[in-house]
T-cell receptor, first 116, second 117 residues
Framework: GAVVSQHPSWVICKSGTSVKIECRSL??????MFWYRQFPKQSLMLMAT?????????EQGVEKDKFLINHASLTLSTLTVTSAHPEDSSFYIC????????????FGSGTQLSVL | DQQVKQNSPSLSVQEGRISILNCDYT??????FLWYKKYPAEGPTFLIS?????DKNEDGRFTVFLNKSAKHLSLHIVPSQPGDSAVYFC????????????????FGKGTKLSVIP
C-alpha cells in the first residue's frame, strides 16, 4: 500500500530554535498534504493544508509565520516550527492525498516535538 | 467545541466477542465518515468509511453503521482478535467542499481498544 514517510520521529530542541519536519510520499504523487497536531489526550487537529506549488492554507488560530510549510514537489512537504517554545511541544503528523485513489488519506508515523 | 466525539477513551473486549466503538458528531454538514486505526509509534491507517447516503458499510470483520438523525456512527468488529488492539479514531469530512477542502478531516479523540486473549 501507499507509504508516507515522516522524519524525524522525535526531536528535542532548545527554546528559540527552529525545527524542520519532513513528510514524503514514497510511492505516489501527493498533490495535497495535510499537517495535524495532537496535544496529549486531545484529538488530531488540522493545522494547514498544503498544495504542491502553492501557498499553504492555514486553519484559524494557526500562525503561518511560525509554522512554515513548503510543498515544493509532489512527494515532499516540510513543516518548520520557527522559534519553538515549550508550548509548541506536541505530536505533529502529516497525511498525503493520492489524487488517483481519492478516497483515502495516508498518514506518516508522526513527530513528537519536545521544546525545552 | 468538539465536532466529533468519542466518549469512551478505552474499551476492553474478550477475543472472539464483538467490539463496538461509538462516535457522535455535531456538524450536520459532515457527509463522509471514516475510521482509522493507530498502533503505537505508527501513523493512523484507514480502516473503513461510509458516505452519508448509506447507513451501513461492511468490509470483512468490520462494519460501520451510520444514524444520521442521531448524528451517531459506530464501528463493529466481529469477531475481535488480539491484533485489533489499537487506538481507533473516528473522523468526518464535508465531501461537498471544493478541492482539497473535501479531504480535511475532523477527528475524535480516539478509543483505545484492548482485545483480551
Amino acid at each position: 500500500g501507499a507509504v508516507v514517510s515522516q522524519h524525524p520521529s522525535w526531536v528535542i530542541c532548545k527554546s528559540g530554535t527552529s525545527v524542520k519536519i519532513e513528510c514524503r510520499s514514497l510511492d505516489f504523487q501527493a498533490t495535497t498534504m495535510f499537517w495535524y497536531r495532537q496535544f496529549p489526550k486531545q484529538s488530531l487537529m488540522l493545522m494547514a493544508t498544503s498544495n504542491e506549488g502553492s501557498k499553504a492554507t492555514y486553519e484559524q488560530g494557526v500562525e503561518k509565520d511560525k509554522f512554515l510549510i513548503n510543498h515544493a514537489s509532489l512527494t515532499l512537504s516540510t513543516l518548520t516550527v520557527t522559534s519553538a517554545h515549550p508550548e509548541d511541544s506536541s505530536f505533529y503528523i502529516c497525511s498525503a492525498r493520492n489524487a488517483r485513489t481519492n478516497e483515502k488519506l495516508f498518514f506518516g508515523s508522526g513527530t513528537q516535538l519536545s521544546v525545552l | 467545541d468538539q465536532q466529533v466525539k468519542q466518549n469512551s477513551p478505552s474499551l476492553s473486549v474478550q477475543e472472539g466477542r464483538i467490539s463496538i466503538l461509538n462516535c457522535d458528531y455535531t456538524n450536520s454538514m459532515f457527509d463522509y465518515f471514516l475510521w482509522y486505526k493507530k498502533y503505537p509509534a505508527e501513523g493512523p491507517t484507514f480502516l473503513i468509511s461510509i458516505s452519508s447516503i448509506k447507513d451501513k458499510n461492511e468490509d470483512g470483520r468490520f462494519t460501520v453503521f451510520l444514524n444520521k438523525s442521531a448524528k451517531h456512527l459506530s464501528l463493529h468488529i466481529v469477531p475481535s482478535q488480539p491484533g485489533d488492539s489499537a487506538v481507533y479514531f473516528c473522523a468526518a469530512s464535508v465531501r461537498s467542499n471544493s478541492g482539497a477542502g473535501s479531504y480535511q478531516l475532523t477527528f475524535g479523540k480516539g478509543t483505545k481498544l484492548s482485545v483480551i486473549p
